[in-house]
């Protein structure tokens, strides 16, 4: 379970990192997260608006490697979270990064 906890944080600050897109606020740069509760979620309307928006996002598909292959987003990246800290390197860097799972 510890190992599952860890990627699952990895890939929390990654994308929280990421849809931070960067920015400062007044007092400085944003705090990390710390908390799952702390990242932000979003709809699956949000992220189509992004995308129909223009926006590059990049979609990551935490499932299963099989259940990628069954049914997938288009142009979604295949990385199960329990590989998210040992790939985390194939992320881009400069798009924002949605990840989803069933």
Known sequence: MKAYS???LVALFGITLLLAGCSKSAAGEQPIPTEQSQVPRL???EVKDMLDGGQEVAIVD???RG???TLRVAGALSIPLAEIE???A???KDKQIV????
């Open 99 to 102: 990840l989803y799972c069933t």
């Open 43 to 45: 709809t699956p309307k």
């Open 86 to 88: 040992s790939r985390h």
């Open 6 to 8: 860890r990627a699952l």
């Open 90 to 92: 194939e992320l881009p």
């Open 67 to 69: 259940s990628w292959e």
């Open 62 to 64: 935490t499932r299963s």
